[in-house]
């Protein structure tokens, strides 16, 4: 197999969370060919742990093209309503610990740029599937995780190795589902991470603590509809309600103990210009470098739309869709990533922590299970410069960072797995 291969199948045919059926499928054929033992579908995901499940009919239509585009119909059936995770586990030729690395799998809502300076089209590997694209290097994450299979399916190494392929990171939806149901409760070290993050080339973290504990919350609005010239009156403004707790939710103060992020992303509601809204909802991100800071954001939005519909005589209820918590690598894990990374010609640049905060990462309820039942973890950075940003149109990722951080996985597998 080729890595860079692999990494333009996938980016050509992207999937959204819970919708990755083609590409999962495409997995659990090459671990089973590697003679890994498979678990994917329910088997592999608490599927009432899920959180922001898309509509039956999203997940119809995905499942559609899914078959349309290769996947394989015996495997995917088993995944129906979303449960596109997979696990696949190797067995050593003599005992030793359970190893495991885990690679997210799903694309973001993004129409991919077609202009001639973006890599992927000029190359033709684009996204086949308007709409949809690979901005954020999962793409890459997914082919790394087959050719380390592919490297270790010798199995020339003392204990297990697993690895763990799951859905929906975007939107911390998928890594709560997967430490529910229990895949790593018997992993001694886990390693988990990230290409480009518009790093060097050649620039390696052996662990990163600056990741954001997060609350993604979807809020719904009730009212009464009525005529709005006629009978305004008569009505309960269920947009009013929710744009009187976008403000109030954007006014939040920060804290003085620590980093936070408060956005009302998507506001929606209301059917035309002459009736009074009776349903709108809304989406909220609260972020902050401590959980229980993050904890206490989540309860003032809780607070804010409750007494914001009250306000406009509506009733009003609010979901958690997504979720992820901070992550405190364990030093032992930093050192043995950077230690090899040195022993790897095209690493060039190193360091034990990143110095800016990335965002939120769903690894991190993963990483949090293994350490709690006494395991080690760490999440790194594999640097690449990028012509945009994550989550960009333009977004892609300089394909010579592929085979590095394959060499790099490898010699932690066999390290570890002695």
Do not use: W
């Not at 480009?196 to 080339?201: A, I, K, N, Y």
């Not at 050192?335 to 022993?343: F, I, N, T």
């Not at 333009?394 to 066999?414: H, M, S, T, W, Y």
């Amino acid at each position: 197999m080729n890595v860079i291969d692999l990494r333009r199948d996938f980016h050509r045919y992207p999937e959204l969370g819970f919708s990755e059926f083609r590409t999962a499928s495409k997995v659990v054929e090459v671990l089973k060919f590697l003679g890994f033992n498979v678990l994917f579908g329910e088997d592999a995901i608490d599927s009432d742990s899920r959180r922001g499940v898309p509509s039956k009919r999203e997940l119809d239509e995905a499942y559609a093209r899914a078959l349309k585009y290769g996947a394989n119909l015996e495997i995917i059936e088993k995944m129906k309503g979303g449960n596109t995770a997979v696990v696949g586990e190797l067995k050593g030729k003599k005992e030793g610990p359970t190893v495991a690395f885990r690679f997210d799998m799903d694309a973001l809502p993004i129409h991919e740029s077609s202009d001639e300076d973006h890599y992927p089209h000029a190359e033709e590997f684009s996204s086949e599937f308007s709409g949809t694209m690979h901005a954020c290097a999962h793409d890459g994450h997914t082919a790394m995780g087959l050719l380390l299979a592919e490297r270790l399916a010798d199995r020339e190494f003392a204990g297990t190795l697993k690895l763990i392929f799951q859905p929906a990171e975007e939107g911390g939806r998928g890594g709560y589902a997967m430490s529910q149901k229990g895949i790593v409760d018997d992993v001694d070290f886990l390693f988990c991470s990230h290409l480009g993050l518009d790093l060097p080339l050649g620039e390696v973290h052996g662990g990163n603590s600056k990741f954001l504990a997060s609350s993604k919350m979807k809020a719904y609005f009730y009212g009464v509809p009525s005529h709005a010239g006629g009978t305004p009156e008569k009505g309960r403004n269920a947009l009013l309600g929710a744009a009187t707790a976008l403000l109030n939710i954007h006014a939040i103060p920060r804290f003085s103990g620590g980093t936070t992020r408060v956005n009302v992303g998507i506001l929606e509601g209301g059917t035309a210009a002459n009736i009074i809204p009776s349903e709108a909802s809304m989406v909220i991100d609260v972020r902050s470098d401590k959980a229980e800071i993050k904890d206490e954001l989540e309860e003032r939005v809780k607070s804010i739309v409750e007494h914001s519909a009250l306000m406009h005589g509506l009733t009003s209820k609010i979901d958690i869709i997504g979720e992820a918590t901070t992550i405190q690598p364990d030093p032992e894990l930093v050192s043995v990533v950077l230690e090899e990374a040195k022993q790897i010609d095209g690493f060039t640049s190193f360091k034990e922590d990143c110095d800016i905060s990335l965002g939120s990462e769903d690894a991190s309820f993963l990483i949090k299970r293994v350490q709690d039942r006494g395991g080690k973890g760490t999440y790194m950075n594999i640097g690449s410069p990028l012509p945009a940003p994550h989550h960009h149109h333009k977004f892609n990722i300089d394909e010579a960072v592929l085979p590095l951080a394959v060499q790099l996985l490898v010699r932690i597998g066999k390290r570890m797995l002695t």
